[in-house]
């Protein structure tokens, strides 16, 4: 019979062996999880929208047929020029503010009011999507909105007018900002914790203002975050879809319910029963996509080692 000493030492010893013949099992066991997701989520559905954008109804191979009916829609490329004009909007008001607000935010850590403001920053995020859009169709009516003495005051005095389609792009990056912009400022503000003090407090010593520590040191190291944020940022605006299908709805056709492309898509496969275009126009949003993010990646130098 063997002693507990010897069984302790025969325990430890399998998993020696395990840990040298298997060294990054605990991360493995962690990924495992998120690849499964991944997989039945993302790459089958992505995979099964290829197979229906080059096929038709039959399941015969039609190569770039799909892709040509949905660019000679009369709604295609006003949907196309809607997304991008939302994208300029959102994806410039996203880099400054939040920058902006980041470099605030820790400008204020040393005066114990930081926590409380990244609380706040974070609470509209809660929101799931359609939530937030729904909170935003009162705020904008001025018969109900909270605000509506300020929508009075810019000579709007019926929902309509709020929404008219000029106004569109603006309204979808101001939801998209309430909503989305807190947790990339938790983001940067982590970021921005990460930079040595002591490069900072040398900046300050030599003179720096705030402005020229942010410019020269902050900002510059923040490149990388910055340049990730813009990538998700893009992917996720190029999918515009629950702001304006909610707001079309609501808004009873002053908002049109092809305003872009992802309604667009949603369009052909639900109204015109064409599973085949709408694949078409999901697939060209996934290559806009992973060009765009190629392009960002090889320009800022994501991978290199700082």
Not at 34 to 55: D, E, N, Q
Not at 115 to 126: D, M, T, V
Not at 134 to 162: C, E, I, N
Not at 202 to 216: E, K, L, M, V
């Amino acid at each position: 019979m063997s002693s507990p000493t010897a069984t302790t030492g025969r325990t430890t010893a399998r998993r020696g062996a395990l840990r040298a013949l298997w060294p990054g099992r605990a991360g493995h066991g962690f990924v495992a999880a998120y690849v499964v997701l991944l997989i039945a989520f993302g790459i089958v559905p992505t995979c099964y929208a290829v197979y229906f954008a080059f096929t038709d109804g039959n399941a015969r191979f039609s190569g770039l047929s799909n892709f040509s009916r949905a660019a000679a829609d009369f709604r295609f490329v006003p949907a196309v020029e809607h997304v991008a004009l939302y994208l300029v909007f959102w994806l410039v008001a996203l880099v400054v503010l939040v920058v902006g607000l980041s470099l605030l935010l820790y400008e204020l850590s040393a005066r114990g009011v930081s926590k409380a403001l990244r609380f706040l920053y974070y609470i509209p995020g809660a929101l799931a999507g359609a939530a937030g859009v729904m909170v935003w169709l009162f705020v904008l009516d001025p018969s109900v909105s909270p605000v509506a003495f300020l929508l009075r005051a810019m000579g709007f005095a019926t929902f309509g007018q709020v929404v008219a389609p000029g106004h569109l792009p603006v309204l979808f990056t101001l939801i998209a900002f309430w909503t989305g912009a807190g947790g990339w400022i938790v983001v940067m503000h982590g970021a921005l914790n990460n930079i040595p003090r002591e490069v900072i407090e040398a900046a300050r010593i030599d003179g720096a203002s705030a402005w020229q520590t942010a410019r020269r040191i902050q900002i510059p190291m923040l490149r990388k975050w910055i340049v990730y944020m813009v990538i998700l940022t893009f992917a996720g605006g190029t999918q515009l879809f629950v702001e304006p299908q909610l707001l079309a709805q609501a808004s009873v056709g002053v908002a049109g319910r092809d305003y872009s492309l992802n309604q667009l898509s949603y369009d052909f496969a639900f109204q015109n029963n064409d599973v085949n275009t709408a694949a078409a126009i999901s697939v060209e949003l996934l290559l806009v996509g992973l060009v765009v993010a190629a392009l960002f990646v090889a320009r800022s130098g994501f991978f290199d080692a700082d």
